[in-house]
């Protein structure tokens, strides 16, 4: 935390004694102090803008639910460009960046994440390190990221012609965002009250592709006949995903191919997909 500067004093008034004629060397005193890493530890939860961390170096989330930093207050006066703040999650909850396109007050207190994405920091284990910029635009910039561990979200589940619904059954996708290549997990595990929809399925993705190009090693296990048949998967757009299944010729899977679905069949898909 910076320290305020306050002159020495000149003992006789003549300007050549006392410790007048040394405020040089206070003053560099005082910026080898302002060099020391300080902390700061938050406990807010949801959604945070022009978050006050007290000018500190390390700013410690132990939120017990989610927080969300639509921003941060920009560097205190007197500014020092290259002001960092390294930001480590430590609580129970997932800590979010919004990205500066997501608004959220003073332009100068906004976060530019580098993907046009929220990104998220696992709770406990993520942490991220900030640069404010006073060059280009004043703003926040995120120079690395580490997720620190796999972040869960339910994928939607539809079919072409209507939607399947998991019921009872399990639906969970996974991510872990390194940089701007995001690494991606899904599981189905059909349920008894599982229903199966019509039509061809996809998966949405849990952010956004830079195109629609890539493929997905994926397995599909037909669980009452105990045959697995191996699939590939591919992006149909930059939300979503589907799978084709072993056949001749491969055919896409769906409710009744390449097995007919039903309670504890599963569908794997697992790969690696690109943020613009």
């Given at each position: ?42 406990t807010l939860t949801g959604t945070q803008n022009a978050l006050d961390f007290s000018q500190a170096d390390v700013l410690y989330c132990n939120n017990a639910t989610l927080l969300t930093i639509g921003s941060l207050l920009a560097p205190a006066s007197p500014v020092k460009p290259g002001k960092r703040l ?191």
């Amino acid at each position: 935390m910076a320290i305020t500067r306050t002159a020495w004093t000149d003992d006789d008034g003549s300007g050549l004694t006392g410790t007048l004629i040394n405020n040089a060397e206070k003053t560099s005193l005082y910026d080898q102090i302002d060099g020391r890493w300080s902390e700061v530890t938050t406990t807010l939860t949801g959604t945070q803008n022009a978050l006050d961390f007290s000018q500190a170096d390390v700013l410690y989330c132990n939120n017990a639910t989610l927080l969300t930093i639509g921003s941060l207050l920009a560097p205190a006066s007197p500014v020092k460009p290259g002001k960092r703040l390294m930001i480590v999650s430590v609580g129970a909850g997932q800590v979010d960046l919004h990205d500066v396109t997501a608004g959220s007050g003073t332009a100068a207190n906004r976060i530019i994440t580098g993907s046009s994405i929220t990104i998220s920091l696992a709770p406990t284990f993520g942490r991220v390190l900030l640069e404010y910029d006073d060059t280009f635009a004043d703003r926040w910039r995120v120079i690395a990221h580490e997720q620190g561990d796999w972040i869960t979200y339910t994928p939607t589940w539809v079919g072409s012609g209507s939607n399947p619904a998991i019921g009872d059954g399990s639906l969970v996708g996974r991510y872990y965002l390194r940089g701007k290549v995001v690494d991606l997990q899904i599981l189905v595990v059909a349920g008894s009250t599982t229903t199966y929809g019509t039509g061809t399925y996809t998966w949405a993705l849990p952010l956004t592709a830079a195109s629609a190009f890539g493929t997905f090693p994926a397995w599909i296990l037909d669980n009452s006949a105990g045959a697995a048949y191996i699939g590939i998967g591919r992006l149909f757009s930059t939300t979503t995903v589907g799978v084709y299944g072993t056949a001749n010729p491969a055919v896409q899977v769906a409710a009744t191919s390449p097995v007919t679905f039903a309670v504890n069949d599963q569908i794997w898909i697992s790969g690696t997909y690109r943020l613009a």
